[in-house]
């Protein structure tokens, strides 16, 4: 798991592991962990500019 202390938004890449997309960030190389991946999901989503689902 990625232990980077902030992933931005463009410093995340998706790759394949085995049948499933994960998110790692470019600079580490590692997987982003769960409480990563929902700050870049919220980030990715304001970006966006769409409204957050509950």
Do not use: Y
């Not at 991946?37 to 509950?54: C, I, N, P, T």
């Amino acid at each position: 798991m990625c232990e980077c202390p902030k992933v931005h938004l463009f410093e995340v890449e998706f790759k394949l592991d085995g049948m499933t997309v994960v998110p790692t960030h470019k600079n580490c190389g590692s997987a982003l962990d769960q409480k990563q991946a929902d700050k870049f999901q919220k980030d990715l989503v304001r970006s966006w500019g769409m409204r957050e689902e509950e």
